[in-house]
């Protein structure tokens, strides 16, 4: 699935059809112009839940509401003509029941026009995962460390070692089960992410697991160096703009202050120079 080769967007199907090959290319956005940027080069883009951190300054996903998810994702739609999206249920949006876990989805994806939606949840949130697949409704899982449960996981640790090793493997059973076309492994061991690539028909992306999932994910402002908040172990920088922007505004600042800037070549004449 090449960038290059690609004449529409992915949907589902070919993002579960990737099982096994080329490695999947992932990002979140949540803005137009950081849309644009990756459209080219990413499988598909997940307008992810951690804008509430990354975009909103709040301390965890929990805050996020469907109306910040309907806006980022209509901000991402813009930017994107050859890679699908993906859209985040944010918390409490779907955990009640499998009714309103319906009502929300066809909600994101109407307003929105993502190709699927993303939940947090294991074996629990199977029965829903089908209930939404049977009705019309694409569902990427996303099962180890699931951010909107750290109040009950006691922080963002890793997920899946000793004892817990069996029930991250039932997680994924069960959501493959269920009819998720693909599903996102946060911050699990290694050999816990090979073994459930190894097990399961749908593709893993994988997020802090290996590099032996169908596909990878990341925050982009965390690539980029434009979140510095914090730093997990998992994220590589392949740019620090977050460093180059402070510069840059302590330079616009200080020419300010000089009355070096505006210069003459960014001030108007009182005529138009003729031509």
């Given at each position: 699935?090449?960038?290059?080769?690609?004449?529409?967007?992915?949907?589902?199907?070919?993002?579960?059809?990737?099982?096994?090959?080329?490695?999947?290319?992932?990002?979140?956005a949540?803005?137009t112009?950081?849309?644009?940027?990756?459209?080219?080069?990413?499988?598909?883009?997940?307008?992810?839940?951690?804008?509430?951190?990354?975009?909103?300054?709040?301390?965890?996903t929990?805050?996020?509401?469907?109306?910040?998810?309907?806006?980022?994702?209509?901000?991402?739609?813009?930017?994107?003509s050859?890679?699908?999206?993906?859209?985040?249920?944010?918390?409490?949006?779907?955990?009640?029941?499998?009714?309103?876990?319906?009502?929300?989805?066809?909600?994101?994806?109407?307003?929105?026009?993502?190709g699927?939606?993303?939940?947090?949840?294991?074996?629990?949130?199977?029965?829903?995962?089908?209930?939404?697949?049977a009705?019309?409704?694409?569902?990427?899982?996303?099962?180890?460390?699931?951010?909107?449960?750290?109040?009950?996981?006691?922080?963002?640790?890793?997920?899946?070692?000793?004892?817990?090793?069996?029930?991250?493997?039932?997680?994924?059973?069960?959501?493959?089960?269920?009819?998720a076309f693909?599903?996102?492994?946060?911050?699990?061991?290694?050999?816990?992410?090979?073994?459930?690539?190894?097990?399961i028909?749908?593709?893993?992306?994988?997020?802090?697991?290996?590099?032996?999932?169908?596909?990878?994910?990341?925050?982009?402002?965390?690539?980029?160096?434009?979140?510095?908040?914090?730093?997990?172990?998992?994220?590589?920088?392949?740019?620090?703009?977050?460093?180059?922007?402070?510069?840059?505004?302590?330079?616009?600042?200080?020419d300010?202050?000089?009355?070096?800037?505006?210069?003459?070549?960014h001030?108007?004449?009182?005529?138009?120079?003729?031509?």
């Amino acid at each position: 699935m090449s960038a290059t080769a690609k004449k529409r967007a992915p949907m589902p199907d070919d993002i579960r059809a990737a099982k096994g090959g080329t490695p999947l290319v992932s990002l979140t956005a949540y803005t137009t112009p950081m849309a644009q940027m990756m459209d080219a080069h990413c499988d598909f883009v997940l307008v992810g839940d951690s804008v509430g951190m990354v975009l909103h300054g709040l301390p965890s996903t929990l805050g996020v509401t469907m109306e910040m998810m309907i806006l980022h994702g209509q901000a991402v739609a813009r930017g994107l003509s050859s890679a699908m999206m993906v859209i985040d249920m944010p918390f409490g949006s779907y955990e009640e029941s499998r009714e309103q876990a319906f009502r929300n989805a066809a909600r994101l994806m109407a307003e929105t026009g993502a190709g699927a939606v993303k939940l947090e949840g294991g074996a629990h949130m199977a029965e829903t995962i089908a209930f939404l697949v049977a009705r019309g409704i694409p569902v990427m899982a996303h099962i180890g460390l699931t951010p909107q449960s750290i109040n009950t996981l006691g922080g963002y640790k890793v997920q899946g070692r000793g004892d817990a090793r069996d029930a991250a493997l039932a997680d994924a059973d069960a959501v493959a089960q269920a009819g998720a076309f693909a599903v996102v492994l946060e911050k699990v061991p290694q050999s816990l992410a090979d073994e459930i690539t190894a097990r399961i028909p749908i593709p893993t992306i994988g997020i802090g697991a290996s590099a032996g999932c169908d596909g990878q994910i990341l925050v982009v402002d965390d690539m980029l160096g434009l979140f510095t908040a914090f730093k997990a172990k998992f994220v590589k920088r392949y740019a620090h703009l977050g460093d180059d922007g402070a510069a840059a505004i302590a330079a616009y600042a200080a020419d300010v202050r000089a009355r070096t800037f505006p210069a003459a070549e960014h001030v108007f004449a009182d005529e138009a120079p003729s031509t």
